[in-house]
Nanobody
Framework: QVQLVESGGGLVQTGGSLRLSCAAAGSIVSINVMGWYRRAPGKQRELVASITRGGSTDYADSVKGRFTISRDNAQNTMYLQMNSLKPEDTAVYYC??????????WGQGTQVTVSS
């Protein structure tokens, strides 16, 4: 089992920055890929960024050049640095992990609101 707890969401103006954190606990060594997803009002959940244990990253086209995902394996924590935020980035952001065996875990979500 893996437990994920997000923090760092909030309200920010257009052009501002936020840093999300995801602390993992439990069977940490079993985690391979971690990622951030988001669900905006009235829309489906979408992948924002992902990072493997080895540090390979992938980003949604909509956030490339503005968001940076990182992972501290020693601290069992993943981050999402979000810069140049836009109103369309408003969503609930979820931390996700997938183990080597394919099990998927989710955090409870943290709200990010970007005002225009």
């Amino acid at each position: 089992q893996v437990q994920l707890v997000e923090s760092g969401g909030g309200l920010v103006q257009t052009g501002g920055s936020l840093r999300l954190s995801c602390a993992a606990a439990g069977s940490i060594v079993s985690i391979n890929v971690m990622g951030w997803y988001r669900r905006a009002p009235g829309k489906q959940r979408e992948l924002v960024a992902s990072i493997t244990r080895g540090g390979s990253t992938d980003y949604a086209d909509s956030v490339k050049g503005r968001f940076t995902i990182s992972r501290d394996n020693a601290q069992n924590t993943m981050y999402l640095q979000m810069n140049s935020l836009k109103p369309e980035d408003t969503a609930v952001y979820y931390c996700n992990s997938r183990t080597w065996a394919g099990a998927v875990y989710w955090g409870q979500g943290t709200q990010v609101t970007v005002s225009s």
